[in-house]
């Protein structure tokens, strides 16, 4: 048996100098791996250089004094998070250099020192004293040279590394076969992950298994006692041949150990060895998922026939069994798990993908309190520390390759759907790089090898030819590891009675399937979830269905003032504009969960996304260069509203949380007030005053018309949740009049009118759709200029606006009111269009037409009406179309004087 204590000691050689090494470190060598990070001390130059009299930047002379001094990670880029594009704005892609002076131990000599990167972005090209080691294609994987001959042990070395992060669409792109080909990501450049230098004995668990760790361990058997493979790789770069006994121990987290087996060998020189050893824990601890993710370690170790230790690689075991079923969902250990949970990108304000590993565990952190137990790592292979922080924790993953969009690169005339040989051997080598990286990850249970591959076929860019290719990397998978299934996230499936020409189908290939769905927010109706899952179920029975990602925007800034509860229709903003309200992010997902939670056939839903992120194809919400439908902001600091929603349900911590804390000055005198909670029913105050008990059914607690007072309002929620009596309290302004209102149609809440006006969001409204005259340019697309409205100080008031046959019922007290109806004429010359709107049932205008009455469309046109209002009823104004649709863009409620 092994001596455990003796296993898990640090090796002395780890604690050698850190970066750049300034005289060699002395001792003796302890036989075991050295591993020297070189974060440190790094010069940055951003572009290609002319190279001088010394050569280039590769050459060790060459001259870097005036680059910038930088320590990774590192990226040159920053962009995403900011509503403006700042002074230090930089979306560059191409070249970026680095350069480091760094001095090994001299006790490193009679070693194999290998390089290594945990990742770098795009391409990475590598020289170490001006001599290539190698280069490397994708920017995910963890890749390695051998340094051993042109380094110089105990001096000064010169290491110089070129990536490249240039567009594959750009011409004569050096990554034109590398993939991702697009996306709705920023690739950030650079050095983004960590190098570090590794020294081993010649004779070494194998460091050029595609960046693996060389002993790749599975649970074979799990019947009471648990058998548990071990595949080793063991390397001799020696001249002569060695015999070595592989030890390996399979140690508990006590440190005890559980099971061992020791198998003698001889490695011919230059020549892999590949033992395997089979051995058995008796009485296993199970890793549980969130409840109980019991670890043991895998401790691999390659000695001397007389004992002495020549290499040793720890390794991450978790023992579970798991399945899909089709009609039941996901199982492990034999229960069943409704997994629910998030997709994360790795990038950050101002450092992009540059990321510590306090922002991974602070991330990691997040979304535990959001009580996920599986996490999709989208759309790539992340950092090591993520893994291993689920692993700890117990978060069931899905990892993947950066298979995105189509699968042929790009030409001009778009995706002709034929991969070229040396895209697919890019895709195939990442995947390669994916699965040995992780193989020992207990997290990870499916293996992804493409998200919605034919998307750009789908949208008339091409055709896709997606089935060759996937069918390929769909048996590599099986074949670098038979214990997981494959699944990948598929968009476009077209329905066998609309086939859609050029967009072949992709269901079927994998084990699994994730259908990414955005009824309600790209298409369709948020309602419409549920009933496409279920006709998707029944068309594929036997394949076991997730939802890989479902989700809208959510921008900080934007707000509405009544989200009509139910529907993702009246009264919400049109989505597809710059404006995405969070309080429309929030009823979509009510209504979108209420339906995922109903169907347990689905093995897993995953929200897109955790965290907002970079893309610089955005301009929408309130942010350039960013997607907004995280739940949580770019930067970490803000829990959007919807973030309590599923707390709430998933957490077993007490939840109370007032909803639109981020719109403070309100619009409205009247307004529904809403809270996400745990409890069974709430409280609310407003001032002191208490507005009652509400009930909390699905999370969602309402108190509807709260009648706010002028000037500040404190509300305040209290309830009792598992004996914890808990409160929250927001304070919002009203500074209008209570008996105004100011309407903006199609729009968020927000805009004050050049006569001071506060104009709330579009509420009060059924029937029509609202539009944006100036949305958002769609992805990818540049921004278009639009001609403002002329003939008012508002031009923007006008932008926006209902059409339809619709009503509007303004909630004002009886009295007489002057009503304000604002129009323009988006596109229609005149003649083409008329309506009637009828005030309280009486027709006030007749046969309008905007256009002919302005002078033409695009100019402002107001008409004042005045209307008596009796009872309680409020104010009904009924838009009729008479030609085309009726439309309106702002309607003012004021008093008559
Ligand atoms: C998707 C993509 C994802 C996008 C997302 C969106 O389907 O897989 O990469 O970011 O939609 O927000 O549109």
Redesign the pocket.
Known sequence: RLNATRLRRIPAAAAIAVGVVSGAASGAWAGERADLPLGAGWRFHQGDVAPGKQGGPEAPAFNDRGWASVSLPHTWNHLGGTAQRTADYNATRGAGWYRLRFTPPANYAGRKVWLQFDGASINAEVWLNGVKLGAHQGAFGRFRFDATAALKMGKPNVLAVRTDNSSPAAAGSPTAEVIPMS???FLFGGLYRAVSLIATDPVHIDMMDSGGPGVYAHTASLDGAAGIEVDSRVTNDGAKAQPVVVKTAIVDAAGATAASDSQPLTVAPGTVAEPQQTLTVPNPHLWDGRSDPYLYQVVTRVETAQGQLLDQVTQPLGIRSFRFDPDQGFFLNGKHVALHGVSRHQDRPGKGWAISPADQAQDMDIMLDLGINTLRL??YQHDQAIYDLADKDGVVVWAEIPL?NRTAPETPEGDKGVTSPGFAANAESQLRELIKQNYNHPSVVTWSIG??VN?MAAAGHGVSNARPLLTRLNQAAYELDHTRPTTM?D?CEPWPDQPKPGVDRVAEITDLLGY?R?QGW?YDKAEDLGPVLDRLHALHPRLPLAVS?Y?AGGALSQHTDQVQAGTSQGGVVYPKGHFHPEELESRLHEIWWAQLKARPYLWGTFI??MFDFA?DSRTEGDMIDT?D?GLVSYDRTVKKDVFFFYKADWSDQPVLHLNGRRYVDRAYPVTDVEAYSNAASARLSLNGRDLGAAACPDHVCRWPAVHLDAGDNVLTATAEIKGQSVSDSITWRFAGKPDEIHIRAGASAGLISAAGARYGSDAFATGGEPHDRNPAPEQGRPDKTIPPVTGTPDPKLYETYRAGAFGYRVPVPAGRYQVTLRFAEPMLAAGARAFDVAANGHVVLQHLDVAAEAGGPLAALDRTVTVEVTGDGGLALDFRPVTGPALVSAIDVVPAR
């Open positions: 996306g709705d990501f989208a759309h995105v998200n919605e998307l996230a968009c990414n955005y790209y990602e989700g897109w996304t893309s997607n439908k």
